[in-house]
């Protein structure tokens, strides 16, 4: 992983398209069963901003208070934090010319911050897709209940599967080798069960009480999946506001935090500082003792 300073995305890259995203290798085992070693995470969408109905609502103040002058500002921001800083001075009516302008957005949100003014975040939602991460990874993540709505791969429905495999057994010849074992061997019972129970299902003994087809491959699969480990791969596309993606960050990708949910969440912080650099700028990226990366910040729960 290379070396990465927040601080140089906050100078330089304002917003670039296209959004984005980090995509692992996918492996294959000698028998075909397919296998990532780390997470993918792609930005799918970030805010869509429209001042323009704004300014009537501008001009209808006294124009000495020059509120009609603010969507003048010269200083463009990124979607996420123009909407947010919209908010914010909305809450004080501040659109003269005494406001903070876009030029001092990094000192307006950092006031945010320190004010613990954080609902102000909740308006601007990133949509971001993972996958390449477990099925315990996820089932971590979807603990996560305010700012956040998820739509998880169902394993009703799945007609391939993948495996992530764990850092500490992909370090490791003799694990990595039983890793592919386990995952081979999974793959095919999953494969022998799902066959015998619509053979079962054809011959007339209905086990699984299906009366069409497209609900007996879904009762088959949802049969069949009891045999799945918790490193099958489980796509998940997560939509989260800015405060809730803040919280996350906190809570997974620090040190105490368990190591394959730590990298995703590093991976989505990479995403993240781009999209919304402001935003996520007083985050400091640290070293783990485990050669991860770990998140910081003065400002845990805004
Ligand atoms: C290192 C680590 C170890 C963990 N170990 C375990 C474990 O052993 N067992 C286990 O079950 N879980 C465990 N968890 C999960 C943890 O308990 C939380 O469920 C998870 O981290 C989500 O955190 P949260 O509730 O703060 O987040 P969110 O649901 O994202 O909520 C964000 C914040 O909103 C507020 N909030 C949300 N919902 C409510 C509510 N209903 N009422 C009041 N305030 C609310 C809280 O301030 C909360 O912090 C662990 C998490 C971590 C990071």
Not at 86 to 114: M, P, S, W
Not at 117 to 141: D, K, P, Q, Y
Not at 196 to 205: A, D, K, N, R, V
Not at 237 to 255: D, Q
Request: hydrophobic letters at 35%; glycine letters at 4%; charged letters at 25%.
């Amino acid at each position: 992983m290379p070396e990465f300073d927040n601080r140089v995305l906050v100078e330089q890259k304002l917003y670039e398209s296209p959004l984005p995203h980090y995509n692992p290798e996918v492996f294959k085992t000698e028998n075909g069963s397919l296998y990532l070693k780390e997470p993918g995470v792609a930005v799918v969408s970030i805010p869509y901003v429209d001042f323009s109905g704004v300014q009537k609502f501008l001009d209808g103040f006294p124009p000495e208070l020059e509120f009609f002058k603010y969507l003048q500002d010269p200083t463009p921001l990124p979607p996420a934090e123009s909407l947010c800083k919209f908010a914010g001075q909305l809450c004080y009516l501040r659109f003269g010319e005494k406001r903070t302008h876009n030029k001092d957005a990094v000192k307006y949100f950092q006031n945010i911050l320190e004010q613990s003014h954080g609902s102000v975040l909740e308006h601007a939602n990133i949509s971001i897709l993972m996958w390449g991460v477990s099925r315990s990874l996820t089932h971590e993540l979807i603990r996560h209940r305010a700012g956040f709505g998820f739509s998880q791969v169902s394993q009703r429905y799945v007609e391939k599967l993948r495996f992530v495999e764990r850092p500490e057994y992909a370090e490791d010849p003799l694990l990595h080798e039983m890793f592919e074992e386990n995952i081979e061997y999974v793959e095919s019972r999953y494969n022998k069960i799902s066959k015998y129970l619509f053979e079962l299902q054809s011959s007339g003994y209905g086990i699984l009480s299906a009366e069409r087809k497209t609900d007996l491959y879904k009762k088959v699969r949802q049969t069949a999946r009891s045999v799945l480990p918790n490193e099958t791969e489980a796509p998940i596309l997560v939509t989260g506001n800015t405060r809730a993606w803040r919280h996350f960050l906190n809570m997974r990708c620090n040190e105490h935090a368990e190591i394959e949910i730590r990298r995703a969440a590093f991976q989505t912080y990479r995403c993240l500082i781009e999209v919304a650099p402001i935003l996520f700028a007083d985050f400091q990226v640290e070293h783990a003792s485990d050669g991860t990366h770990v998140l910081k910040t003065n400002y845990p729960k805004v």
